[in-house]
Each structure stands twice: as structure tokens, then as C-alpha cells.
């Protein structure tokens, strides 16, 4: 249930951040009814490759999503981790791409990793969003 709740209110956040028709679109019916579904994901790895300079790839994949943004939670929890573990405190969130094909979820995302703040409104702490990530149970790399 808490599980759900969080992830209303991450959405919720988009929303307040992008406008109401944003909002109108984010949160369907459909969203509501699968936030309060069970939750009982199976992370099946995490496969990360450095593309060029600071740019890096994460594919995840998973068992049991609900939506899109649980398989978007593990790839940013994986790039928060590799973000502190090259020695950087920062993340920006370029793309990710989901699909779902028998059962498993898949993700392909592309962040950007840096020891300051970086630029942009989709930004990370990775400190903190390891931290919350644990809290959830998400793994990362």
C-alpha cells in the first residue's frame, strides 16, 4: 500500500512540475486502479555501458511492474549508484524507453553523470536517491 501511495505522489509531483493538462494526462483511472494493485517486482539485473564522456545506458529489466515508472525507478536507481560510484554526486535524466514482452518489463534508459548540480530539470542527487531507493528495496548496480 505505502508502495502505491509513493507512487502517486511521484506522479502527482510530475504533474505540479509540468502543469494540469500534463497532470490530466499522467494520472488515469488506470494509473490510480495499478498503484493499488499488489506490488511484488522481480529485478532481473541491471546492464550498464558507458557510452561517451559522461553519458552512460542502463538496461533493467523486471517481473511484476505495474507501470512504466517502476521499471523508470530501477534504471534511476541503478544511475544514481554509478553515479557514486565514479566519484560524482549527480544524474540527469535524458530518456527511457519501456516495453513489455511476456511478462518481463524492460528498460532502456540514458543519463548523464556529473560531480556538480547539472543543467536541466530532470536532475538527481545520488546520494539521496540511493537512499530512497534502498528504502523502496530497488537494487542497484
Same mark, same amino acid.
Given at each position: *500500500? @505505502?508502495?502505491?501511495?509513493?507512487?502517486?505522489?511521484?506522479? &502527482? !509531483?510530475?504533474?505540479?512540475?509540468? @502543469?494540469? +493538462?500534463?497532470?490530466?494526462?499522467?494520472?488515469?483511472?488506470?494509473? $490510480?486502479?495499478? =498503484?493499488?494493485? %499488489?506490488?511484488?517486482?522481480?529485478?532481473? @539485473? #541491471?546492464? +550498464?555501458?558507458? *557510452?561517451?564522456?559522461?553519458?552512460?545506458?542502463?538496461?533493467? =529489466? *523486471?517481473?511484476?511492474?505495474?507501470?512504466?515508472?517502476?521499471?523508470?525507478? /530501477?534504471?534511476?536507481?541503478? =544511475?544514481?549508484? /554509478? !553515479?557514486? $560510484?565514479? @566519484?560524482?554526486?549527480? =544524474?540527469?535524466?535524458?530518456?527511457t524507453n519501456v516495453h513489455r514482452?511476456?511478462? #518481463?518489463?524492460?528498460?532502456?534508459?540514458?543519463?548523464? #553523470?556529473? %560531480?556538480? &548540480? %547539472?543543467?536541466?530539470?530532470? +536532475? #538527481?542527487?545520488?546520494?539521496v536517491t540511493v537512499a530512497d531507493?534502498?528504502?523502496?528495496?530497488? %537494487? +542497484?548496480?
Amino acid at each position: *500500500m @505505502g508502495r502505491g501511495r509513493a507512487y502517486l505522489r511521484a506522479v &502527482l !509531483s510530475v504533474c505540479l512540475a509540468s @502543469g494540469l +493538462t500534463a497532470c490530466a494526462n499522467a494520472v488515469s483511472q488506470a494509473d $490510480i486502479a495499478a =498503484a493499488q494493485q %499488489p506490488f511484488s517486482p522481480e529485478y532481473l @539485473g #541491471i546492464e +550498464t555501458r558507458k *557510452m561517451d564522456g559522461e553519458l552512460v545506458n542502463f538496461r533493467v =529489466a *523486471m517481473r511484476g511492474a505495474r507501470l512504466n515508472e517502476d521499471v523508470a525507478a /530501477y534504471a534511476r536507481c541503478a =544511475a544514481a549508484q /554509478y !553515479s557514486l $560510484i565514479r @566519484g560524482y554526486g549527480f =544524474a540527469r535524466h535524458l530518456r527511457t524507453n519501456v516495453h513489455r514482452e511476456g511478462g #518481463i518489463w524492460r528498460g532502456d534508459a540514458v543519463y548523464t #553523470i556529473s %560531480p556538480a &548540480l %547539472p543543467r536541466g530539470l530532470r +536532475t #538527481i542527487d545520488a546520494e539521496v536517491t540511493v537512499a530512497d531507493c534502498q528504502e523502496q528495496g530497488i %537494487p +542497484t548496480v
